[in-house]
């Protein structure tokens, strides 16, 4: 199964946007995702992690949840 891990930084106020994230891939996968974690960071990060392999990252792009959903169809087994 696949999982997926949410960090996201809590003093740069991420949290609503990580747990809207990860309710919508559950919504969107349901059981085809063993986990969606949500991990405290901090330093402005919002990574998205798909096994351990990073499919999105702030610091490098505009978040977009709906291409986030895209990366992470791309590699659930």
């Given at each position: 199964?696949?999982?997926?891990?949410?960090?996201?930084?809590?003093?740069?106020?991420?949290?609503?946007?990580?747990?809207d994230l990860?309710?919508?891939?559950?919504?969107?996968?349901?059981?085809?995702?063993?986990?969606?974690a949500?991990?405290?960071?901090?330093?402005g990060?919002f990574?998205?992690?798909?096994?351990?392999?990073?499919?999105?990252?702030?610091?490098?792009?505009?978040y977009?949840?709906?291409?986030?959903?895209?990366?992470?169809?791309?590699?659930?087994?």
């Open positions: 199964m696949t999982t997926v891990e949410i960090e996201y930084c809590v003093p740069c106020g991420h949290l609503d946007r990580a747990a990860q309710h919508l891939l559950l919504r969107t996968f349901r059981e085809q995702l063993d986990r969606v949500l991990v405290t960071g901090d330093d990060v990574v998205v992690r798909v096994d351990g392999e990073r499919v999105f990252d702030v610091a490098e792009e505009e977009d949840p709906d291409e986030v959903v895209r990366r992470v169809r791309e590699r659930v087994r």
